[in-house]
């Protein structure tokens, strides 16, 4: 489990940079921070840039990125960047593309969040991966500035993809 978490996760934010970040009809449009962090997050990824991949996540032992089997957790910058050194090793570079069905998300003063339903396709070594994953983000506004505090994500293991569009 802790191997598609490292798979999914610049897959899911970097497609929510690029998409835009979408909230529900009728809500404000979401501040430039916010798609700020996202994009950040994206380019770091794809560059393999641990240092800027971690300026997206909030400081302190307060921020956590759990994974989707029992006991998989990274409390804290410490664990999150070890999680991430792994990443780093896991995908091909420019590689991914991801076809979001289903966002909803919301931002309310300081907090923020964000859930979708996704399908994903990559490359490791010139072979190709597809697989589907759900996604919640929340970020937080400190001194003027959005930060991942929470990040989670879930997936099955099956490879059947759903050609089905919701919105």
């Not at 009728?26 to 840039?49: C, L, Q, T």
């Not at 990274?74 to 792994?86: M, Q």
Request: with cysteine; proline share 4%.
């Amino acid at each position: 489990m802790e191997r598609r978490l490292l798979l999914a996760l610049p897959l899911v934010l970097g497609a929510w940079a690029v998409a835009g970040w979408s909230l529900p009809e009728g809500s404000a449009k979401a501040p430039d921070g916010v798609k700020a962090v996202f994009a950040r997050y994206d380019r770091s990824i794809n560059e393999h840039d641990l240092a800027g991949v971690m300026v997206a996540y909030a400081p302190g032992n307060d921020t956590i990125l759990p994974g989707t089997g029992v006991g998989e957790r990274w409390p804290g910058k410490e664990e999150i960047r070890a999680a991430y050194t792994a990443l780093s090793e896991s995908f091909d570079p420019g590689t991914r593309e991801m076809r979001c069905t289903w966002t909803r998300s919301e931002i309310k003063g300081n907090l923020a969040w964000m859930a979708s339903m996704c399908w994903i396709s990559d490359f490791l070594k010139n072979e190709k991966r597809e697989y589907g994953t759900n996604l919640t983000v929340i970020l937080e506004q400190l001194d003027g500035k959005w930060y991942f505090r929470i990040v989670h994500f879930s997936d099955n293991s099956t490879s059947e993809i759903d050609s089905g569009e919701e919105s």
